[in-house]
């Protein structure tokens, strides 16, 4: 029933930007938490940034700290990562990930979230 759909990948030059959007449908997500994630071939998913949707607290991982910002439209059901200031090695896989439960701790680790978009190819150029 919950379904995460993400876009806004793409190829983009070094030092340039992309906007991600990851549309929600099914139940209200007044208590969860929305994940963003990437992953490179032969890399471990790794942690960007989570938006706990009741208060919007956001954090974010080390390497995208001060260069991506996570952000929520209630109205549209979407969650956003705008990134900027990309780098080659911001070159990955981009998922959106929701966890259903109650809880308002941070989640970052892939174990934590139940439901994942298809992802999203984004590539920055040298």
């Known amino acids: 029933q919950v379904q995460l759909v993400e876009s806004g990948g793409g190829l983009v030059q070094a030092g340039g930007s992309l906007r991600l959007s990851c549309a929600v449908s099914?139940?209200?997500?007044?208590?969860?938490?929305m994940g963003w994630f990437r992953q490179a071939p032969g890399r471990e998913r790794e942690f960007v940034a989570v938006?706990?949707?009741?208060?919007?607290?956001?954090y974010y991982g080390d390497s995208v700290k001060g260069r991506f910002t996570i952000s929520r439209d209630n109205a549209k059901n979407t969650v956003y990562l705008q990134m900027n200031s990309l780098k080659p090695e911001d070159t990955a896989v981009y998922y959106c990930?929701?966890?259903?439960?109650?809880?308002?701790?941070?989640?970052?680790?892939?174990?934590?979230?139940?439901?994942w978009g298809q992802g999203t190819q984004v590539t920055v150029s040298s």
């Open positions: 990930a929701a966890d259903l439960s109650s809880s308002t701790m941070v989640r970052s680790r892939p174990s934590e979230y139940e439901y």
């Open positions: 099914g139940p209200t997500f007044s208590r969860s938490a």
């Open positions: 938006i706990i949707w009741s208060g919007g607290r956001t």
